[in-house]
Structures are given as C-alpha cells and as structure tokens.
C-alpha cells in the first residue's frame, strides 16, 4: 500500500509560523508515503532574509522534511516579493515532493509549462519511486494556472506533462492543485482515457478542497493514469485530510489536502 497527500500549502500567507507548526503535526499523523505540495514558501538565497545560508523565516519544504523525516526535493518557482512574518522579502512559491526517506528513487525532473504573463511561471515536477515488490510509479506533482478565464490553458499544460511523462511505460500519479473541478471543461481529456482511476469515491461526492471563503470547489486532485499496467496498481481510497481547525481557529491552509490510498499487486518490469 502507498499513501499519498497533496495539499496547497498557501506560501506565507495567514498566521505562517502557527500553520507551519500545524501542517507538520497534522502530515505527522497521516503518516503518508509521499507529500505533493503546491506554494511552498522559500526566501531566495541572495535575500537579507537569507544570512550564511540561513533563513530567518521559515522555508514550507525544509521544516517540514525536517519535522517528518523524509527526503526533500524542491523546484523553486514564480519568485517575487511577498510579506513574511511582517518582513518584505524575496522568495520563491513553488513545487516539493516530500518521500520517506528509505524509498528507492529515480531522478528528479522538472517541466516548464506554458503560462500567461498575468500568473508567472508555471511548472511541474516528477519523480519514479519503487517499493520493494512494487511497480514502479512515476508521481507528478503539479499546480495549474489560478487564472479563472483561462480554461484553454489549462488543458495545454496538462498536455504538456503527458507529453513529458507518458504512462504507457511507467503508470503515472498526476497530483496537486488543478485549479478546476473534475467535472470541468479543462479536465475533459483526462475524464476520457480509458486508463484512468480515480478511486472508489464518485466524484459528485468528492467535498470541497477550499477551506476559507466562499469557494466550494473540490479543485485538488490525485489522478492515477495505469498506462498498460491496469493489473497492478488501482487506488483503493480516496479522502478529504487536513480539513480541521485547532482549539484557535486555525487551519493549515486555505486548501484541504486530499489523501489516496494505491494497492500494488504485482511487480512488473519496466
């Protein structure tokens, strides 16, 4: 069984400090395999914010590697200035896959994806993991344009990872923020493939991934594309985590994460 979680962590919005300490307590007790994980604040290296090395301000990827235990990969992304903990600071809000540490991993790739200038940089990122007795999975984490009058675009950059990290090889994990619903225009060539599992859970039933305002749309995903491999690998649940406030009110994003549960039947070679 492989546990995975992706979550929008909000960059260094809200009360940072107190939702950083939140989100670790909270992905501790999950106990997940792999973490996909969309904003993740970082203060460039060159910034004031940054002495020796040194962030005076807490970076999203690092404390929580550190806090879980588990290997970092990180792909900096749409750096701009933003206020952190009252400071104006240089930083970066991109892409982390977080795995447990005694997994075997492939190396580390990261895609450009086409953008409009209004949002900045788009990426996505991947990496193949094995288990001892498992197929190997490649995962996609992702995070498409929030741009709500460019569901053309959307589409493209899904095309583009596809293109990159086809499934007919290696079955492949697409996970994170997609800034549109299932049942949505720019999702409609994923609904049609015939390799795709989404779980046990419809998809009418799936609950919002926004936490704060008035939005109620499910718009985080974990999407399993089995290539040729559709007797290996299946997901076997699907829910909504990292949905609680604490005692204060507090909650550690402003999206919910999403948390599935993939079977591994077979090994297979690839």
């Known amino acids: 069984m492989l546990r995975v979680v992706t979550l929008n962590t909000w960059k260094c919005d809200g009360e940072y400090g107190p939702r950083l300490a939140l989100m670790s307590r909270e992905l501790a007790r999950l106990d997940a395999d792999v973490l996909c994980l969309q904003e993740c604040f970082a203060v460039c290296a060159d910034d004031d914010a940054c002495m020796d090395g040194v962030h005076r301000i807490?970076?999203?990827?690092?404390t929580l590697a550190e806090a879980l235990g588990m290997r970092l990969f990180h792909a900096p992304a749409?750096?701009?200035q933003r206020t952190a903990n009252g400071d104006r600071v240089r930083s970066t809000s991109g892409l982390v896959l977080l795995l447990r540490?005694?997994?075997?991993?492939g190396v580390a790739e990261v895609l450009d994806l086409l953008l409009?200038?209004?949002d900045g940089d788009r990426i996505a990122q991947s990496?193949?993991?094995?288990?001892?007795g498992a197929p190997a999975l490649r995962i996609v984490n992702l995070h498409l344009t929030h741009l709500r009058d460019r569901d053309d675009l959307r589409p493209l950059q899904l095309d583009a990872v596809l293109a990159r990290w086809d499934p007919t090889d290696v079955p492949v994990l697409l996970a994170g923020d997609f800034n549109a619903t299932f049942d949505s225009a720019p999702l409609s060539a994923l609904r049609d493939r015939t390799d795709l599992d989404i779980g046990p859970v419809s998809p009418e039933r799936w609950p919002t991934t926004m936490m704060?305002?008035?939005s109620s749309r499910a718009i985080d995903h974990v999407l399993l594309l089995r290539g040729a491999h559709d007797s290996t690998l299946r997901i076997q649940d699907r829910r909504r985590v990292l949905d609680c406030a604490d005692s204060t009110g507090l909650?550690?994003?402003?999206?919910a994460g999403v948390l599935v549960e993939l079977e591994m039947r077979r090994s297979v070679d690839v």
């Open 78 to 80: 749409r750096e701009k």
């Open 127 to 132: 990496v193949t993991v094995r288990l001892p």
């Open 58 to 62: 807490a970076d999203t990827g690092k």
């Open 101 to 105: 540490s005694q997994m075997a991993v």
């Open 212 to 214: 704060l305002g008035p």
């Open 116 to 118: 409009d200038p209004r």
């Open 251 to 255: 909650f550690p994003s402003d999206h």
